[in-house]
């Protein structure tokens, strides 16, 4: 009986033991950025200053907005140049674009001021015309001094956002308003807090959550689509740190990455905001970053733009 007991002791030792082994977190495996190459044509890196890039999932394509030539460049998912479209289809002004699930594109323009603040066409993957979006059912009261500069097509729906008014319109694929955020009320904002403030940095992840930086309150948000908020986010030099932040994505396993402006960094957190690494770094080697901005990333590949004529670089993002 006594042995019975001891052994049955001796099983539930050994249990208590593996569930504390298994009980025990695991670390995440290393993240590591490594410098690919720069966005370029048959004569080279292509000159950029802050432009904006928005990646197709499917074909890896990259297309990039560059607002001072009113012109949509395509470079293909080794860094290529492969077309070019824009100003011949007479999208005026051009804000920003989206590539929608189905390869089409999504222009957001102001082109005729007298009917709208803002114009979306809608384009085939050449960026040949095909007709317009017109938003139905918005209130009065969000279209309102409404003067969109993002736009975006994630999982059926389309977001258009005021950065400066810190509003955000949510549509279906047809155009049929869904929802509209407040981002300054949600923030608590006054209306010169809000004047003082505004999003730089803006994106929506697989997951729908909105992504945002407010570089005057050193954070960074997530705002889930049940209206749920967290921040992260400490004023500082150091790594990890924020100074002047911009671009904001996040990949499929939830890493987020951060640009930092003024310390010419990329910062990554895990999903629960805790800094892994950072890279960049101010420089003239084709590593380092001047006055990184947007960020767009396609599973492993991050898209970073600069000042400079430093163009866009890519970067190999791998945890191991």
Same mark, same amino acid.
């Given at each position: 009986?006594?042995?019975?007991?001891?052994?049955?002791?001796?099983?539930?030792?050994?249990?208590?033991?593996?569930?504390?082994?298994?009980?025990?977190?695991?670390?995440? !495996?290393?993240?590591?950025? $490594?410098?690919?190459?720069?966005?370029?044509?048959?004569?080279?890196?292509?000159?950029?200053?802050?432009?904006?890039?928005?990646?197709?999932?499917?074909?890896?394509?990259?297309?990039? @907005?560059?607002?001072?030539?009113?012109?949509?460049?395509? =470079?293909?998912?080794?860094?290529? @140049? &492969?077309?070019?479209? %824009?100003?011949?289809?007479?999208?005026?002004? /051009?804000?920003?674009? @989206?590539?929608?699930?189905?390869?089409?594109?999504?222009?957001?323009?102001?082109?005729?001021?007298?009917?709208?603040?803002?114009?979306?066409?809608?384009?085939? =993957?050449?960026?040949?015309?095909?007709?317009?979006?017109?938003?139905?059912? +918005?209130?009065?009261?969000?279209?309102?001094?409404?003067?969109?500069? =993002?736009?975006?097509?994630?999982?059926?729906?389309?977001?258009?956002?005021?950065?400066?008014?810190?509003?955000?319109?949510?549509?279906?694929?047809?155009?049929?308003?869904?929802?509209? +955020?407040?981002?300054?009320?949600?923030?608590?904002?006054?209306?010169?807090?809000?004047?003082?403030?505004?999003?730089? %940095? /803006?994106?929506?992840?697989?997951?729908?959550?909105? /992504?945002?930086?407010?570089?005057?309150? *050193?954070?960074?948000?997530?705002?889930?689509?049940?209206?749920?908020?967290?921040? *992260?986010?400490?004023? !500082?030099?150091?790594?990890?740190?924020?100074? &002047?932040?911009?671009?904001?994505?996040?990949?499929?396993?939830?890493?987020?990455?951060?640009? $930092?402006?003024?310390?010419?960094?990329?910062?990554? *957190?895990?999903?629960? *905001?805790? =800094?892994?690494?950072?890279? %960049?770094?101010?420089?003239?080697?084709?590593?380092? /970053?001047?006055?990184?901005?947007?960020?767009?990333?396609?599973?492993?590949?991050?898209?970073?733009?600069?000042?400079?004529?430093?163009?866009?670089?890519?970067?190999?993002?791998?945890?191991?």
């Amino acid at each position: 009986m006594a042995r019975r007991m001891k052994k049955i002791r001796d099983v539930s030792a050994a249990a208590v033991f593996l569930l504390a082994i298994f009980a025990i977190p695991v670390s995440a !495996g290393e993240l590591k950025a $490594d410098y690919l190459y720069q966005l370029s044509d048959f004569t080279g890196t292509v000159p950029y200053n802050w432009v904006r890039p928005v990646v197709d999932p499917k074909t890896h394509e990259v297309y990039v @907005a560059n607002f001072s030539e009113r012109s949509i460049r395509v =470079f293909n998912d080794k860094g290529m @140049a &492969i077309f070019e479209f %824009g100003d011949d289809i007479s999208i005026g002004n /051009l804000y920003d674009l @989206a590539v929608e699930e189905d390869g089409g594109i999504l222009l957001l323009s102001s082109r005729d001021p007298a009917i709208s603040s803002f114009t979306i066409t809608r384009c085939n =993957f050449r960026g040949e015309r095909v007709g317009t979006l017109v938003p139905q059912g +918005i209130p009065a009261a969000l279209i309102t001094n409404f003067h969109p500069s =993002f736009i975006c097509s994630r999982n059926g729906r389309i977001y258009i956002a005021d950065k400066e008014a810190m509003k955000v319109l949510i549509m279906d694929a047809a155009g049929q308003y869904l929802d509209g +955020i407040d981002i300054a009320s949600i923030l608590g904002l006054g209306e010169k807090e809000k004047r003082d403030s505004g999003l730089v %940095g /803006l994106s929506v992840d697989k997951d729908g959550n909105l /992504l945002f930086t407010v570089p005057v309150n *050193f954070q960074a948000y997530v705002l889930s689509p049940a209206g749920k908020l967290r921040s *992260f986010g400490v004023k !500082g030099s150091s790594p990890g740190k924020f100074n &002047i932040i911009g671009g904001i994505v996040a990949d499929n396993s939830g890493n987020i990455y951060v640009a $930092d402006t003024l310390r010419c960094v990329v910062m990554a *957190f895990d999903k629960d *905001f805790n =800094f892994r690494t950072e890279f %960049g770094y101010r420089g003239n080697g084709p590593e380092n /970053l001047v006055a990184p901005q947007e960020l767009a990333i396609d599973e492993e590949k991050l898209y970073i733009t600069q000042s400079r004529n430093r163009g866009v670089s890519v970067f190999r993002i791998t945890v191991g």
